[in-house]
């Protein structure tokens, strides 16, 4: 069974920047896609980026393209989002997850989840 920890998360100002990091044990790292999903009060859960590690491959909502950047350290097995020029609409709690197609955007395409940490973007 895949593990995964998120860190990272916090309170910026809207347009600032944050980091979120996802690590995961060697196994789960070089056997799955990782993506982030983030779930805002009374709203469903929502992708936000993805990669495959194996063949360098992302993928990103629309919302984020251009100030999100989903990347990975090999060595240290983590996923990271770096995330910049924040929204207020930003505001989220987000979940790290484990699935085997970092082409898919569904909850349900990504079996593992990690426990989540909190984005708080102020106006």
């Known amino acids: 069974q895949a593990q995964l920890v998120e860190s990272g998360g916090g309170l910026v100002q809207a347009g600032g920047s944050l980091r979120l990091s996802c690590a995961a044990s060697?196994?789960?790292?070089?056997?799955?896609?990782v993506a982030w999903f983030r779930q805002a009060p009374g709203k469903e859960r929502e992708f936000v980026a993805a990669i495959s590690r194996s063949v360098g491959s992302t993928y990103y909502a629309d919302s984020v393209k251009g100030r999100f950047t989903i990347s990975t350290d090999n060595a240290k097995n983590t996923v990271y989002l770096q995330m910049n020029s924040l929204k207020p609409e930003d505001t989220a709690v987000y979940y790290c997850?484990?699935?085997?197609?970092?082409?898919?955007?569904?909850?349900?395409?990504?079996?593992?989840w990690g426990q989540g940490t909190q984005v708080t973007v102020s106006s």
């Open positions: 060697r196994r789960t790292f070089s056997r799955y896609a």
């Open positions: 997850a484990a699935g085997f197609s970092s082409s898919r955007t569904g909850t349900g395409d990504y079996p593992y």
